[in-house]
């Protein structure tokens, strides 16, 4: 089974950037899409961004679209994160995800492993 582990969360302010990576185990990574996924105090768990197994299809949330870029490289089980011009309201745990098929799903329904999270904080 596929188990994931999330890194790179911290606290930076407004304006910054962070790069989150999403470290894989097991041999079957590439074969499936992967996504990310944000969840803020006192709020539903929301979708980020997610890309499919060979990274030649994205999808973004309109909260993050033009400032966050997904991406994965499958040599190293490794699904990215990058996210500039941060905004305070882009605090929380953020969660990878392994898809339960090779395309993009924007739905929770559609992975099937999670990583524990990793906190991101923005300060303004």
């Known amino acids: 089974q596929v188990q994931l582990v999330e890194s790179g969360g911290g606290l930076v302010q407004a304006g910054g950037s962070l790069r989150l990576s999403c470290a894989a185990s097991?041999?079957?990574?590439?074969?499936?899409?992967m996504g990310w996924f944000r969840q803020a105090p006192g709020k539903e768990r929301e979708f980020v961004a997610a890309?499919?197994?060979?990274?030649?299809?994205?999808i973004y949330a309109d909260t993050v679209k033009g400032r966050f870029t997904i991406s994965r490289d499958n040599a190293k089980n490794t699904l990215y994160l990058q996210m500039n011009s941060l905004k305070p309201e882009d605090t929380a745990v953020y969660y990878c995800?392994?898809?339960?098929?090779?395309?993009?799903?924007?739905?929770?329904?559609?992975?099937?492993?999670w990583g524990q999270g990793t906190q991101v904080t923005v300060s303004s």
């Open positions: 995800a392994k898809g339960a098929y090779s395309t993009t799903s924007i739905t929770e329904r559609g992975y099937d492993r």
């Open positions: 890309l499919s197994w060979r990274g030649r299809s994205t």
């Open positions: 097991g041999r079957t990574f590439s074969n499936y899409a």
